[in-house]
RNA sequence: CGGAACGUAGCGCAGCCCGGUAGCGCACUUGCUUGGGGUGCAAGGGGUCGCGGGUUCAAAUCCCGCCGUUCCGACCA
């Protein structure tokens, strides 16, 4: 491709909307530009880039026995009522003039398809996949595409006959996913995750660490532990139970709210402080111990409780449940509340908390004796520095971008639509699903993310729109426009794809600039002091090493670069 | 959905407090110049000041409403 005659638009200022470098550097560099919240125009070159991370996802789906769909973006709204997820929440943009839907993922339309053909254990497994253009209602669109409400993504969807055979399909895809991002040249690391409200045993989420990441995990400093905040645990000690149990006693505590100034007041260690905290779920009173000042983990919390909506009490409605503020409420002979408690508290006794009456506590508490528990599960969530709960080492807990997640999503979806199959003994059994989901946006945002510096865009080959970028240093050099032209075909008639700045009205400098923002991983730069010696420089890009090289020998020696 | 900020030329911004002919840099057009890291000089073109209403002789500027965008939070299948 000519400069001088490609839809190239870079800028030298920084958009004023963009904050994190992907976002800045895709508008910069010309690959995009923002339609609305959310919502991008992919420019060429930033389509090229997206083209090329979808035919690596294409060749890795393929390679485990995908087979391609391209399913309708327009659903009948009836579909996503009869599996409930009409009404999730921020989930589905619909259309005012139709009862449709723009859809947000595809499990309903694949689980419609099955239902059709999907009639034996012989027509299993299956895995279907399709790249393309989603919805979904986010509340808030942010950092460039990383979430948007219009974004392509490659969901593929496996049918089983039974769990073993979804835990193959899983692993074909976490293999698969592996590929994939390793030949996107992208550093990331896989944990193990939530299934949240999609339903489901098993998911794992892909990550890249990043500080601009909306996702938090917790990383080993050791061994490989990874996982989501949201379930990420460690090796912390319960809390020890003391020999016999007092009676119970009421203290006086005065203008005391917090656990920091509970254990000042009574000069206690924080562990034997037993924090209450109150929510609603599903609109009933739910009361939750835990040990000290450990924060509540709500993911843990709602799968603990098996689904369903929590949310914190509010203070007018706790006082009128139980006469007290925050900061009084305790376990012990509190009525009308379901009680569960972290399992740090299993068994423990000689505890203090609060006894469900202003400025007032109850010290020597016995979990077994004195309170009737609904359960004793993992909910706190985890702090830095805390031991791996696989090595011991210490834990490290940083910001990461989801560029992948898979599930396995079971039954949830073939009963609501009535997907079944015959077994051997010609029963009638729900199909077994797996759901698998790659941001395509994620993937070129994330490779910048990882691919920059100060001047601009540092693509992988894999990614790059163009393998390398002709610079003719001086178009009123005929020597150069020569040579540059020769270069530029030579290159062309190789198969390398090449991005030649042919541009007569732009100084040297200009082009230098504009070749190190848009970020092709080599770069052929034809000038006249090179061609004196019948030579060409040759940048990488990356590290900004250059190399004479003579003409006729600039091909083979990309060709070379470009198998390294 | 709660909190905050912003909206003036394609981009980045000043002007608003204190009402009185709309400005700067980049980009763009033309000519000359320069030619290895966003050349230099000169002459130009381009704006319903987000939209609607109000106050006033007069509104980018003051008041009210709306819309849009961004950030923090909530949310995030």
Known sequence: MRFSKAFIPTQKEIPADATIPSHQLMLRAGLMRQLTAGVYVYLPLGYKAMLKAMEVVREEMNAIGGQEFHLP????????????RRDVPNFILSIKERDLVLAPTHEEVIAW??????????????????????????????????????????????????????DKSYDLHAEAYRNTFTRCGIRFFVVGASSGAMGGTGSQEF???????????????????????????????KVTRNEGSSNVEEVHTPNVRTIDQLA????????????????????????ILMVGNDQLNESKLIAALGGGEVSPMSADDLKGL???????????????????????????????????????????????????????YDLRT??????????????????????????KLGTKYSEALNVTFLDEGGAGKPVIMGSYGIGIERIVACAIEQGHDANGIVWDKALAPYSVHVIAVNMNSKDV???ANQVYRSLTEAGIEALFDDRGNVSPGFKFKDADLLGMPFQVIVGEKGLKNGQLEIKRRKTGERT?????????????????
């Not at 059709?116 to 012989?122: A, G, L, N, R, V």
């Not at 000069?267 to 609603?280: D, Q, W």
């Open 73 to 84: 973006a327009l659903n009948p709204e009836s579909l996503w009522i009869q599996t409930g």
């Open 113 to 166: 398809i099955a239902s059709m053909h999907i009639q034996s254990y012989k027509d299993l497994p299956q895995i279907w996949y399709q790249i393309q253009t989603k919805f979904r209602n986010e509340p808030r669109p942010r950092s460039g595409v990383l979430r948007g409400r219009q974004f392509i993504m490659k969901d593929s969807y496996s049918l089983d006959a039974s769990r073993e055979g979804l």
């Open 207 to 237: 990550m890249v660490e990043a500080p601009h990441g909306e996702d938090t995990v917790a990383l080993c400093t050791q061994c490989d532990y990874a996982a989501n905040l949201e379930i990420a645990s460690s090796a912390l000690p």
């Open 264 to 287: 000042e007041f009574l000069k206690v260690p924080r562990e034997r402080l037993a924090k209450s905290v109150v929510y609603r779920h599903n609109g009933s009173p739910l009361l």
């Open 322 to 376: 139980t006469g007290a503020d925050g900061g009084s409420i305790g376990p012990v002979n509190l009525k009308g509340f379901k009680i569960i408690a972290d399992k740090r508290l299993e068994g423990a006794n000689g505890l203090i908390s609060g006894a469900n009456r202003n400025d007032y506590h109850l010290s020597n508490i016995d979990l077994q004796r004195d309170v009737t528990l609904d359960g004793y």
């Open 382 to 407: 985890i702090e830095p520095g805390e031991a791996c709960p696989k090595c011991g080492a210490a834990l490290k807990v940083s910001n990461a971008i989801e560029l992948g997640h898979i599930f």
């Open 481 to 483: 426009v020569l040579a």
């Open 548 to 564: 004479m090289v003579a003409k006729d020998d600039v091909v083979s020696t990309v060709q070379s670069l470009l198998r390294e």
